[in-house]
């Protein structure tokens, strides 16, 4: 599975961003998608994840900013980012897993390279 994020760049406080995630290498709706984040010096973060039927899932930082979707036929996962903040700062990454579904990071098989996004003040 290979996947390919992009989307990334520099925004002010307040203003959005959608990254997309192009998923190849295997039945795109037989895997769970999720994005996450890194920024410097901290832990992978988890910031949503999609289920195999379409249900979502995010972490409390970023519910009611951020919106998980996916395009079957394109084969690919977005995120939709609102409201953005300095402390939403971080490369971002995409990834899948044809078992697991859920938040935990070291469980998911398949990573992107990650985008970067920076929210100024």
């Known amino acids: 599975v290979q996947l390919q994020a992009s989307g990334g760049g520099l925004v002010q406080a307040g203003g959005s961003l959608r990254l997309s995630c192009v998923v190849s290498?295997?039945?795109?709706?037989?895997?769970?998608l999720a994005w996450f984040r890194q920024a410097p010096g901290k832990e992978r973060e988890c910031v949503g994840a999609?289920?195999?039927?379409?249900?979502?899932v995010y972490s409390d930082s970023v519910k009611g900013r951020f919106t998980i979707s996916r395009d079957i036929d394109k084969k690919t996962v977005y995120l939709q980012m609102t409201s953005l903040k300095p402390d939403d700062t971080a490369r971002y990454f995409c990834?899948?897993?044809?078992?697991?579904?859920?938040?935990?990071?070291?469980?998911?098989?398949?990573w992107g390279q990650g985008t970067q996004v920076t929210v100024s003040s």
């Open positions: 999609v289920d195999r039927s379409g249900d979502t």
């Open positions: 290498g295997r039945t795109f709706k037989s895997l769970a």
């Open positions: 990834a899948a897993d044809a078992v697991y579904y859920g938040t935990y990071y070291k469980n998911y098989d398949y």
